[in-house]
């Protein structure tokens, strides 16, 4: 029986497109990209911004965002928001990016961006491996994390130690907001939404760099069910990728949001 | 009383990943055994009394499948008179 007096306690945003997205099913992408939109939605932005899509799984994010967006090369979606933000500076801009393309090929850009100062938004999102190609060894897998293409676990002593991103672009002087959170729960998630709100604002102040990190599941390429791969993430992930704030400008703190 | 509320899960969006059956506070969803979507994936759906509105099974929808609705505080206050 349907109630009459009854309130709508969640939707859908408005800033989604009505479709289905290509992520596999429990694919904590979707999560990110509801909470973005919803921020979006509580701050009116959305007739002010303009998204870059990165290479990866996340490169149809153009088709799942109800705003401008444009697609860069691999790797290169802090130059291109870069131009886009100076030739453009009332418009709101940010980047959606997966670990194989934001830590891996784009490191050069991220780093410099960070450095420039770069009033843009970046959005991180780091699941240990190369999703959209089939589970590769990424920059961010973990010592001893099996890929395919480190099946027998990431050897540190071949193939190095994996990038702590937030932390390293935390030392540079340009960047005003860095903070890692994590899409394993609904605690989690709502520190992830704030951190988003919070970056958002950070740009349309004009304060500067902002970059969310975001670890996130790939039940797929990790052999595990959606609910088995939070778990994983929360035991695995977790210590060596830890949650919190590494670069809050003092301007930043004061923000009353 | 506890609060009642429903929710109402998109077949187009679900795709039975199932996360909202484990977050669910109330253990009130589950998937549907018997339809099946156009995707092919047996979409979420309440299958017992007792959901509350919480809006737990939306915070952690990856597909903004979930729409929640909660009775209004005026209809409980006229229900308890």
Redesign the interface.
Known sequence: M????????????QS?EEC??H?????????A??LI?EVIDEMGLRERMIGVASVGCSVFAYNYFDFDFVQAPHGRAPAMATGIKRVLPDRIVMTYQGDGDMASIGMGEIVHAAARGENITVFFLNNANYGMTGGQMAPTTLPGQQTTSSPKGRDVETQGYPVRASELLATLEGASYVVRRSLH??KN??MAKKAIRTAFEVQVRGLGFSMIELLSIC?TNWGM???QS?HWLEEHMIPYYPIGDYKVHPIVAELKI | MPVKGRIVVNEAYCKGCELCVDACPQQVIALDPVRITAKGYHPATLVQEGCTGCGICAIVCPEAAITVYREAAKARQTAAA
């Open positions: 349907v109630m009459l007096d009854e309130v709508v306690v969640y939707q859908r945003p989604l289905a997205t992520y596999c099913p429990g694919c904590t992408h979707g999560v990209h509801r939109a729960d609904p998630i709502r039940p069910t959606p609910v939070l």
